[in-house]
Structure formats: C-alpha cells, structure tokens
C-alpha cells in the first residue's frame, strides 16, 4: 500500500478532504471477541492511519471531532473479522465463508419455493458508496428477483426529493457548489442545526452572519440558531410541527408588500396565481398564533430575504426539522415556493438547496437503491427506463420487478404472512434508526432468516443470524456524491484484515450460487463502468465521468453526460420539466393529532391514572459527538467521553412542573414504548417540547416513541412531533432505578 491516500470523511455528506497516513508501524487488526463498552476515558489501540484535514472547497482543510477520529476504528477490538452464525442457544459463532454464502442461498431459494421472490427483501444505506448502491439495487431485482428493496435514506431526504422534483422536475440537494453561500448577505436555515451536525459548514455562512442576514428556523436555541446573536440575525422559534405555516406566512409578507420577482414568475414559473390563493389566510398576526413567532419577526425575516434577493444574494436551506414529518413534501414544497417567488433558484448570486445528511445520501438514492427508481434516477415505472437499464444488464425487460414498497411499509411488514420473510441489510441499523423501534425489532426477529453486513455488531447485526464481516471506509475503493452533487473518489488506504470481504465480492459470490442473470463484479471500477452506462440519459447522468478524471481531481458535478463539463450550477437556463419552468404548487396545513394514538392508548388501558398533565412534543435530532445510529461513533473512546448517555432536554418551568431536576432520571413514554435518561434543563427550548438525540439504542433509544406514520408522498416518517408523558423515576433504598410509569405491552 501507499504511505498516504487522500480521500474523504466517511461520515456526513459534507464529505470533508482529509488525507490518511500510515503510521510507522501501524498496530494489527484485533480478532473478534466480547466488545467492550464504550466509556469516558477509555482507550483502546492506536489508529492504524494519521488523519489530515485537506484543502478542499467545503471543508478548506477542516475537519469535526468525528473526521478527527474516525481511523480509530479500522483497527477496534469490536471488529468482526468472519461470519458469525447465531445457534440456537443465541450465541454467534464463527463459520466459513464457503459455509455462510450456501446457508444464504439455500434460505433464499426456500423462501422464494415457499412464499415468492417478494418475500426477500433488501434494506440498503445512503452510507454505501455509488458502486454498492448501484449492484445492491441490481443485485435486489436480478439475482433476488425482488421488488422489496429500499434504504435509509427514505428517513433523512425523501421529503425534499420528492418536493424538488415535482418544483423543479429534479432532485439535487445543492444545485450550486456550496462555496456560493460565502457571498450572500442572507441565508434562511430551516430545520437544520449545521454546528454540530457537520461543523465545517458554519463557515460559509459567515458571510451572512456579518450582514446580520442568518436567519434560523428552530424550536430550540442550537447551536446553529445561537449565531443569529449579536446582531447576526434573526431566530425564529416555531411550534413543532408548525413550520409549514411559518413559510406560508412569509410568502403571504413576500406578495402582499410587492417584494415577488414579477419578471422571474413570469418568464420562468408557473401556478404563481394558485400559491397567491394558498397563502391568502396566513397574514403574519394569524401565523402567530399558529406558530408563536412573533408577527414582526416574520415581517423583518420576509423583507430581509426580498433585500438580499435584490442585492448581495439570498438562499433558502431546508433540513430534515422541516421535512421528517407526514407533510414534509408540503413543507418543503412551501419553502421552494417562496424560493421562487424571491426569483432565488437558478439565478447567479441566489438560490435554494436542501442539506443531504448522510455520506452518499446523494449518490445512494439515484441508482437504484429506493423502491422506485433504477440507475440514473429513473423512475421503475418508466417503460424507457426500464428498457434503457435492460439493455445495460443484458437480460429481458420482463426481468426486472416493478416498484416496491418504502422503508416503512417494508419494515412493517417483516415476518407477515404476506410480508418479507428473509431480509438481507448493507449500511444501516433498522433496530435504533427505524420509528416505532420496538416494533421494527420485534419484525427482525419473526424473520426466516437475517442477513447483515457489517464492521461492528450493531443492535441489528445483533438480532441477525448471520453476520457478514466488511470492508470500512479506509480499505476500500469507489465514489461517493457529496451535499453538492459532486462526485468524490474514495481510496484505499490499508488492506482490511484478513477475513473481511467487500459487499461487491458478496454479491458477486451469491449471483453466482443463485444462478443470476447478467454480471455482477467484484471490482469497484468495473461496477462503476456499468453504472455510467445505466445513467446515461437519466436525470442523474455520470456516463461522462470515470476514475481517471476523478482521480486528476477534476470536479465532476451531476448531470455529467459523456462529452460536457459537467453542471455545477443547476437551473441558470431552464429547469428539468418539459417547457423549462419551475412549478408552484398551493399547499395548506393539515390538522394534526394531539396525539400520536390517544384513542387506541386509551383502549389499551395506557391513558390511566398516572398520565396526569399535558403531554409534551418530542423532538429528536444529533449531537456534534455522534452519527447516525451511533453504531460507530458509540465506539470511539473520545466521542464517547464526550457523550456518554442520551439526555433529554427540557425546560426548567417544565421540569419544576414534574418535580424534576437536573441529573435527575426521568421516564419518557408513550403507547409504543418507554425510555430512560437524566434530565438536561435548559432554556433553548420551548416549555411545551422536550428533545432527545436518537443515536442511543435499548433503552435511551428515542425511536422506541416515534411513530411510523408517513407522508403520502414522500413515505417520510414523522420523526419530530410524537407525544409523550415526562416524569421522574423513583429510585429504591437499593439504588435500582424504577419508572414511575409501567412498561408497555411489546415494548423490549
């Protein structure tokens, strides 16, 4: 191997430039064991790898607590290093990979002779690279034969796909590279908290910020939202749940006092006239009293957005606050709708942009890992499509599935009668990133048979019957596509320990023993040839991108077709529907539940006696320490130290309410399920809401209380508005801690 490899942080879709070093003599692999537990203050074997923050346009050499230490897990004592098969005494052991590929086959077969081939199904991640992604959905539809196949990405950036497709007839999360921001004299963030999510993002809004034009969106203070102080903008504090009329009512400022771009509306939109009706009832002093932001807050907000349209440059930036909801599309359509009536999108010093969350969010959902698409963002459905990416794999049209069913739906229906029987999961951790948690682990565990792949024995992994041991992020070769749409390459900077297999190889081996149509490489360059191929002349066209230029370090920004330049800038001519206009389209508030299932909670016996007060709204969300499901970053001593334990955040008046103080273990619950966790009093958040990181799995799991209901659209889950009762726990002479608040039926 090479001394150094520069690549990118295997994290966030920020992909920040690092270089990797080899250590003079870099410690060996650790065999597989009893995992410790991450703890403050432990230490575990020095990183095989140096890390270096690189200069690059969105990072410019910076890095986050996580990018810092993220080569201290290649070489984890956790690591799994050979299949593990579960016996029936719970127990995984290791066994052979000729042993694991035949077990995996033989229950594919037998599941597809006794229930149909849509009775296996395929989770997949928005951490994979594009080469993964790309064979995994090629691999779900040809060697499987299955139509169930979707990811996690459905949780993080399906509402605002869905939202910029139907707006702008294309989905790119930044249509601009994002060193454009840097400029602007005012940017409206809603629902994204960038300091500690991905930090070296803050610095391109510092430009704004020193304008005085950074406008917040958050019902906390974040720490994002605290750099509005000091004359840095402005915060806006809205209900949970309420964002959607929040942005209605600053569209409703925008056309009422003649601050619309008339001569973009006209030259490049259309449905202008029905958004004017949409918005007709949502004057700022009504929106007040949906939201709680104060009416000249919103006036001040809409007029500072209209100004630096005209002048130094504005943007609108959504993230996933505003779009985990039941009408995240409409939410995050109301956003693009004001985008366009301040003329934002596609001109050259403004525009509008979601953050995509995880590393390859991007490139993981345009090649064929969701339910509804094939390679190159085609839709399934499309007869073209389906004959253009026929032709690529070499196989009939009539070979591919039609569209599945989203993450959700596919998850519930786990070990049904009529639902998937044998799961195979690459890159995510159903078991705490999933809502209504406990019942997504009570589905793994009805499952024939369970298949992960992955580095550490995540709760997932944990609940599978065979453990598949993979390559991370340092030991292998592809590309990834970062928040801009710029696709990066990913370097191998070390040769994995032995026993480890790429998830190329692994799909590569079970094609052939399932007898697979068309072919199936274990050679990332290769693979990535082929999607070229697939991609052409879709809406996310990489055919005039390859390896060399990559590794030139060329930028290459999708939609790249064979012989151009690439696009860094989207919409500056035309946008992608047929006639080259944007569409506005009206959309309104729906009434929401007080709660998430009060008359079933109440059939159940669980709204008794002890449910005394007003429940309150959870909210969950990151810290700057942790990623994800925490699977990784739980075990990086450092982080962990940092962040040990889930803590919820609330209120003091709403903690002095319930005779809570801070430190203090309290129960937070509902009618799918029960956590415990210290408290953490603060005043950044709203009296009525409390909030809780979701990175913690058992039981600080937030997911155990989200509920999985979804937008119609999208098939988001509604992540930040569950209801919950918060109380104290009681604490025995023993020491034991017990909830004041009994434990529900199925909840684990």
Not at 169 to 179: I, N, Y
Not at 463 to 480: K, R, S, Y
Request: hydrophobic fraction near 40%; charged fraction near 20%; glycine fraction near 10%.
């Amino acid at each position: 191997m090479t001394n150094s490899a520069d690549t990118h942080c295997p994290y966030c879709a920020l992909q920040c430039a690092m270089t990797l070093t080899s250590r003079a003599a870099p410690a060996p692999a650790l065999q597989p064991g009893p995992e410790p537990v991450p703890t403050a203050g432990s230490s575990l074997v020095e990183a095989p790898l140096e890390v270096t923050g690189r200069d690059f346009p969105t990072n410019r050499g910076g890095l986050c607590r996580k990018g810092w230490t993220s080569a201290s897990l290649l070489n984890h004592s956790g690591r799994i290093t050979e299949p593990l098969l579960k016996g029936a005494d719970g127990v995984h052991r290791p066994i052979g990979w000729d042993e694991a590929l035949e077990l995996i086959a033989a229950a594919v077969k037998t599941t597809r002779a006794r229930y149909g081939a849509d009775a296996v199904g395929v989770f997949g991640g928005g951490g994979l690279t594009n080469e993964k992604a790309y064979q995994l959905g090629k691999f779900a539809r040809l060697a499987l034969g299955t139509s169930r196949i979707d990811y996690n990405g459905r949780f993080c950036m399906s509402s605002a796909a869905a939202a910029g497709m139907r707006a702008f007839g294309l989905d790119r999360g930044l249509p601009f590279p994002l060193a454009d921001l840097d400029a602007a004299s005012t940017i409206l963030m809603l629902g994204s908290n960038v300091a500690e999510t991905m930090p070296p993002f803050v610095q391109h809004l510092q430009g704004a910020r020193d304008a005085g034009g950074l406008i917040v969106v958050d019902p906390r203070r974040s720490a994002t939202a605290a750099f509005t102080s000091d004359g840095g903008g402005l915060h806006l504090a809205p209900l949970p749940g309420t964002d959607l009329a929040l942005l209605l009512g600053l569209s409703h400022v925008v056309i009422h006092e003649g601050l619309a771009d008339a001569d973009f509306i006209a030259a490049r939109t259309t449905g202008f006239e029905s958004v004017v009706r949409s918005v007709a009832g949502f004057w700022p002093e009504r929106v007040q009293s949906l939201t709680g932001v104060p009416a000249t807050l919103i006036r001040d907000a809409a007029r500072r957005l209209a100004d630096g349209a005209r002048h130094d440059g504005s943007y609108i930036l959504t993230g996933r606050g505003v779009e985990q909801h039941v009408d995240g599309t409409d939410t995050a359509t109301a956003a693009i709708n004001l985008s366009l009536l301040l003329g934002l999108p596609g001109s050259a010093r403004s525009g509008y942009g979601t953050l995509t969350g995880q590393g390859n969010g991007q490139g993981g959902r345009e090649h064929g890992q969701k339910a509804d698409q094939l390679p190159g963002y085609r839709k399934i459905t499309d007869p073209a499509a389906r004959a253009h990416v026929a032709r690529v794999w070499g196989v009939p049209e009539s070979l591919i599935p039609g569209a599945g069913v989203p993450a959700v739906e596919l998850l519930k229906s786990l070990g049904q009668p009529d639902g998937v029987r044998c799961l195979f999961v690459h890159g995510a951790n159903v078991a705490v990133s999933a809502p209504d948690a406990n019942a997504v682990i009570k589905g793994l565990r009805s499952l024939d048979f369970l298949v992960v792949c992955d580095f550490f024995r995540s709760e997932t992994a944990a609940e599978a019957d065979l453990i598949l041991p993979v390559t991370q992020w340092a030991e292998e070769e592809g590309t990834l596509t970062n928040l801009e749409g710029r696709v990066l390459r990913r370097r191998r900077a070390l040769a994995p320990p032995p026993g480890v297999r790429t998830e190329l190889w692994i799909m590569n081996r079970l094609a052939e023993a399932l007898d697979a149509p068309s072919t199936f490489s274990a050679d990332p360059e290769t693979v990535f040839e082929e999607l070229r191929l697939a991609s052409a002349g879709g809406l996310a066209d990489y055919s005039g991108i390859d390896y060399a230029m990559l590794d030139r370090g060329e930028a290459a920004y999708w939609p790249y077709p064979a012989g151009s330049t690439g696009t860094p800038r989207l919409f500056r001519d035309s946008f992608a529907h047929a006639d080259g206009r944007a569409v506005f389209t009206p959309v309104t508030p729906r009434r929401r539940r007080a709660s998430a299932a009060g008359a079933t909670a109440a059939k159940a016996g669980w709204a008794g006696a002890d449910r005394r007060g007003t429940p309150m709204t959870l909210i969950t969300g990151r810290l700057m320490e942790h990623y994800q499901s925490g699977a990784q970053t739980r075990r990086v001593a450092a982080l962990a130290a940092a962040q040990p334990e889930a803590r919820l955040q609330i209120h003091p008046s709403a903690a002095a309410a319930q005779g809570i103080a801070a430190g203090d273990f309290v129960s937070i619950s509902n009618e799918r399920g029960e956590v415990s966790c210290r408290a953490e009093l603060s005043t950044d958040i709203r009296p009525e809401t409390v909030f809780l990181p979701f990175h913690f799995p058992e039981l600080e799991s937030a997911n155990r209380l989200t509920e999985a209901a979804t937008d119609p659209i999208s098939g988001m889950p509604e992540f930040k508005t569950s209801q919950v009762w918060v109380r104290p726990e009681i604490v025995s002479s023993a020491g034991a801690v017990h909830a004041s608040v009994p434990q529900m039926e199925g909840a684990s």
